[in-house]
Structures are given as structure tokens and as C-alpha cells.
């Protein structure tokens, strides 16, 4: 009986880890769309997972993909302690790999929905850092 749960709860989680693969492909060719050079997927850092890692004009970009049922709850959807492991991340990436040195660190979030147009929102503002 207790292998029936966890069945489920794998098929839940591969159908959602597919879901966000391909929303985050849909995400890339909108961003590319825009002239973003793409350097990456799922990015593993000590303090968190990039989704979309890119490069536009003199900015490296690790943007956040949420997709929700509506633009107004994926807006919401990025809680401040992501913003925060992102964007020491995409930061760190700046500061310790040699081809990205000269860039500016940013932290965007692309939303989602269905049947709407991708929203995407460029350089969130991290609250309670010290952008000095």
C-alpha cells in the first residue's frame, strides 16, 4: 500500500519537472527574441539554481522563470530569500569566472501564463540589501 503514494508523488514530480523544462526552453527562445545570448540552463551554484543564465549587452543575466495561472501570482511568486541566493549567485558568477569579470551582475523574472504574452521583469531590486 505505502508504494502507491510515492508512485504518484514521482509522476507528480516528473510531470512538473518537464513542465518547467519546457517552459523555462519557451522562456530562452522569447529571450533570444530579445537579443539575450543564452549561456545556460539549470545552473548549479553553492547557494542556488539559475534557471536561464544570460548575457545581454554588458550584463549577465540569471533569470528566474515562474509560470503560474495568472501574471499577477507569478509576479508574486519569487520570495525574497530566492532574490536573495539568485542574486548572490549570478553575483559571485561576475566575480570569480574570468570571461564574466567585466559584466554587471542582474537578476530578471520572466513570467508565464496561459494565454498571455511573457511578462518579463529586469533587474529586481533585492529589499533590505545595501546596494552601495
Known amino acids: 500500500m505505502d ?11 516528473q510531470r512538473s519537472w518537464q513542465r ?8 530562452a527562445l522569447y529571450l533570444m527574441a530579445k537579443g539575450y545570448q543564452i549561456l545556460g540552463f539549470r545552473l548549479k551554484t553553492p547557494r542556488a539554481e539559475i534557471d536561464i543564465l544570460a548575457r545581454q549587452g554588458k550584463h549577465l543575466v540569471a533569470v528566474e522563470v515562474k509560470s503560474r495561472q495568472s501574471t499577477e501570482i507569478a509576479d508574486y511568486s519569487l520570495l525574497p530569500d530566492q532574490q536573495i541566493r539568485l542574486s548572490d549567485a549570478v553575483t559571485r558568477l561576475c566575480r570569480t569566472r574570468p570571461s564574466f569579470r567585466k559584466l554587471e551582475p542582474r537578476l530578471d523574472l520572466l513570467t508565464l501564463s496561459p494565454g498571455r504574452l511573457p511578462k518579463h521583469i529586469k533587474g529586481l531590486v533585492i529589499y533590505g540589501r545595501d546596494h552601495s
Open 3 to 13: 508504494s502507491f503514494p510515492t508512485i504518484d508523488r514521482r509522476r507528480r514530480g
Open 20 to 27: 518547467g523544462h519546457r517552459n523555462e526552453w519557451w522562456a
